[in-house]
């Protein structure tokens, strides 16, 4: 399996202000994933990150507000902006564990944040 | 898009008795069905899946079953241990260019 590796570990932020989270992976994915989960709650898809053109968003996500970039195969970062305490949730990437299915995710260590 | 239900939210047994969560789906297409396990504080580990060509699965003391005619599927966990502790989650795929959509979770609390 893949290592994942996630900076920061867990952040506090005020409101207003970004957050840039990063996401490391030892060896080359086509497709990285974002999720959200807030606070008891599932595991959300924000948003699917191609290397080399624009992620692609789910429903209820935005770019303004959830920037991702994915300069090259084993690197993403996704920018929480303009935060506000809603947005205190675990953020993780995810790869897929099989190479050409997305079928299993294999998560990294996530980011926990909160926002005062 | 697919929507899976997963009930009870909660659960809580006693050391070795048995522990059923039960999830439900909506998209008859979805052919794969993994469940995850999220310790408190770390990341979800995939612990097992089934595919829609079988009906049951069994992993040592854990198994899932699936009913294809009725849409739903089973984590049945034996001998319950307190390590079993932890948030569980089923979801549902269509295949491998389709990412799964998962359950809202089980909390599974296992008393010594």
């Known amino acids: 399996s893949a290592v994942i590796s996630q900076k920061p570990s867990r952040d506090i932020c005020q409101r207003g202000t970004s957050l840039t989270i990063q996401c490391q992976v030892d060896?080359?994915?086509?497709?990285m994933f974002w999720y959200r989960q807030q606070p008891g709650q599932s595991l959300t898809l924000i948003a699917t990150a191609n290397q080399g053109s624009e992620a692609t968003y789910e429903s209820g996500f935005v770019i303004d507000k959830f920037p991702i970039s994915r300069p090259n195969l084993t690197f993403s970062t996704l920018t929480v902006s303009n935060m506000s305490p809603e947005d205190s949730s675990i953020y993780l990437c995810?790869?897929?564990?099989?190479?050409?299915?997305?079928?299993?995710?294999?998560f990294g260590p996530g980011t926990r944040l909160t926002v005062l | 898009g697919e929507n899976v239900e997963q009930h009870p939210s909660t659960l809580s047994v006693q050391e070795g008795d048995s522990a059923v969560i039960k999830c439900t789906y909506s998209d008859s297409a979805s052919n794969y069905f993994p469940w995850y396990k999220q310790e408190l504080g770390k990341r979800p580990q995939l612990i097992i899946d089934?595919?829609?060509?079988?009906g049951e699965k069994k992993d040592q003391r854990i198994a899932v079953t699936l009913n294809k005619t009725a849409k739903h599927f089973s984590l049945h966990i034996t001998e319950t241990q307190p390590e079993d502790s932890a948030v569980y989650f089923c979801a549902a795929s269509k295949g491998g260019s389709y990412i799964p959509t998962f359950g809202r979770g089980t909390s599974l609390i296992v008393h010594p």
């Open positions: 995810s790869v897929p564990r099989v190479a050409g299915s997305y079928n299993e995710q294999f």
């Open positions: 089934i595919r829609s060509n079988v």
């Open positions: 060896s080359q994915v086509t497709m």
